[in-house]
């Protein structure tokens, strides 16, 4: 396992080559997207040529962001790349449609926060620590000398406040604060991007909601929290992957449950897996793990077969175990 590369490789990587690829996970977050588009625009200041993908190109509710529509959806043909930067993604491969879409890259560079990443690039920088990439973003520009210009820091704005529940998280720390003070200095309206990230959502996702709720169970004592979106829900409310951002917080929220799980049915049977914790020493990274997934010790993710019901059984018995052992 490599030890990170300091910020001077890393300047001098981005001095010496021309042509960029700029990547995040599948199903983005605004700490996705807002890295993508905070090093995207970084390198377009320097002059470099940068293509920023994303699988699912700019989710609907992220298309305020400055730059948004320089994301798009990686092309049928592949295409060559001096460098290809991976950002805020656990294993490199759930950057999905993108990969295949690289046919060379003289060198990988991967930017991460989740403390299951297993440094898959050339250059690696990882800061398990970090409550998002985000600020890790923003600590490496400040260690480079590189530009942060105003549309950057609305990027990494929403990037740092979208992976902190809005500052709230109990990764957040001062520095956390100093950096958004910094991006407030330099023009970030916090009160106009906090209504689009937090007041602006679609009637669809409310109506999704209602029905998520209408399937809540509790189980391990009423510890543990979860519900289930179907096929059947989605193509009925004709909802979008974006709508169910953020729903499992409704259930984590719940006085006296301290693990909330979130299942997603997809195509080819398939089930999308969010977990969340509230305390500490209940680590859904390690459960995520054992089905191939991982994350932080508070917030991790699975895609694991289905069918759906069997897939419910298997985590929640994990976590039921997982629970009864602490």
């Known amino acids: 396992m490599s030890d990170n590369c300091t910020p001077a490789q890393l300047a001098s990587l981005i001095r010496d080559n021309h042509r960029f690829v700029v990547m995040s996970h599948v199903r983005p977050d605004g700490d996705a997207l807002g890295c993508t588009l905070a090093m995207g625009l970084c390198l377009r200041q320097l002059g470099k040529e940068v293509a920023m993908w994303n699988e699912e190109g700019c989710l609907e509710k992220f298309s305020f962001l400055p730059g948004s529509e320089l994301v798009r959806k990686p092309p049928a043909e592949p295409q060559a790349f001096d460098v290809a930067f991976v950002l805020d993604t656990a294993v490199r491969d759930r950057v999905g449609a993108c990969l295949p879409a690289v046919a060379k890259a003289g060198a990988w560079v991967n930017i991460d926060h989740h403390i299951s990443n297993p440094r ?32 950057m820091a609305d990027n990494l704005y929403v990037a740092i406040s979208t992976d902190t529940g809005s500052f709230q998280y109990p990764s957040t720390t001062a520095r956390t604060y100093e950096i958004g003070a910094e991006l407030v200095r330099m023009g970030v309206n916090v009160g106009a991007l906090s209504q689009r990230l937090y007041e602006s959502y679609p009637r669809r996702r409310i109506e999704l909601l209602k029905s998520l709720l209408n399937a809540l169970t ?55 897996v969010s977990l969340r914790s509230k305390d500490p020493r209940y680590d ?18 699975i895609r694991m077969p289905g069918p759906l019901a069997l897939a419910q059984q298997r985590v929640l018995k994990a976590i039921d175990e997982s629970l009864a052992a602490n």
Not at 132 to 143: C, H, M, S
Not at 258 to 268: K, T
């Open 284 to 301: 859904v990274c390690k459960i995520a793990q054992q089905f191939g997934g991982g994350g932080h010790s508070l917030a991790a993710g």
């Open 120 to 151: 898959f690039g050339d250059l690696n920088y990882i800061d398990s620590a970090a409550p998002a990439t985000g600020e890790i973003l923003f600590e490496l520009f400040r260690k480079m000398e590189l530009p942060v210009t105003y549309e």
């Open 218 to 272: 509790f189980t391990s004592g009423d510890r543990v929290a979860s519900f289930a979106l179907t096929q059947e829900t989605t193509r009925a409310l004709g909802t979008i992957p974006d709508d169910n951002e953020g729903l499992i917080d409704t259930i984590r929220a719940v006085q006296g449950v301290v693990v909330a799980v979130f299942f997603e049915e997809l195509a080819g049977e398939k089930v999308r």
